[in-house]
């Protein structure tokens, strides 16, 4: 079935670039999302990317889409305290459902 | 701004109770989606509706009931509260339309004792 597979954890310090992973296995999937979730709260949309595309930038956040090995990546540029939170990232499933990872938690050091 | 509301951040419940959680979207969204999150496992989806008076059901349908009268309105009902139920519930809303993301609610934190 569907799966979207992320590592748990990402440590960086402030001012550097963090780069999260993930790894989906439907090829149908037309639409890829980076949601975030800051502490007690619900999932916010980052940002997401048509599957016609391999890249998409918008101000800090540069994602990265390799269709073949589908492989999607979400990088953060000059990470600051405030980015501290789970990332999700999300495929497109039929009919408009999403199938999401585990979440990423991202803890930015000073 | 979309805004999807629920109507509790943090409920406790007993075992055995039946349990409402609420949830309302202001955009005339067609699609709605309840998911539960526990850590490590994500996000998975429990029902989800495409229309009113339409259901169907998600990855972890089991003990869950959800109840859509009108557009704006999703409701997930636990029939009878088991301590296994105790998570962070999340309710979602979408456009039908193919490029349209999920805007979520903050979130209920639901304990059963």
């Known amino acids: 079935g569907e799966d979207v597979e992320q590592s748990l954890f990402l440590s960086v310090r402030e001012g550097d670039s963090s780069v999260i992973n993930c790894t989906y296995t439907?090829?149908?999937?037309?639409?890829l999302y980076w949601y975030k979730q800051e502490p007690g709260a619900g999932l916010q949309l980052l940002t997401y990317?048509?599957?016609?595309?391999d890249m998409k930038q918008d101000q800090r956040l540069t994602v990265l889409l390799n269709k073949k090995d589908k492989h999607l990546s979400l990088r953060i540029a000059d990470t600051q305290t405030g980015d501290s939170a789970i990332y999700f990232c999300a495929e497109r499933s039929e009919g408009g459902k999403l199938i999401f990872g585990q979440g990423t938690e991202l803890s930015v050091k000073p | 701004d979309v805004k999807v509301t629920q109507s509790s951040r943090y409920l406790v419940k007993r075992t055995g109770e039946k349990v409402f959680l609420e949830c309302v979207q202001d955009?005339?969204?067609?699609?709605m989606f309840w998911y539960r999150q526990d850590p490590g496992l994500g996000l998975r989806l429990i029902y989800f509706s495409y229309d009113v008076k339409m259901k169907e059901k998600g990855d972890i349908p089991e003990g869950y009931s959800v109840s859509r009268e009108k557009k704006e309105r999703f409701s997930l009902i636990l029939e009878s509260a088991s301590t296994n139920q105790t998570s962070m519930y999340l309710c979602?809303?979408?456009?039908?339309?193919?490029?349209?993301?999920?805007?979520f609610g903050d979130g209920t934190r639901l304990s059963i004792l």
């Open positions: 990317i048509f599957s016609n595309m």
């Open positions: 955009m005339d969204h067609e699609n």
């Open positions: 439907d090829s149908s999937s037309t639409y």
């Open positions: 979602a809303s979408s456009l039908h339309r193919d490029n349209q993301p999920q805007h």
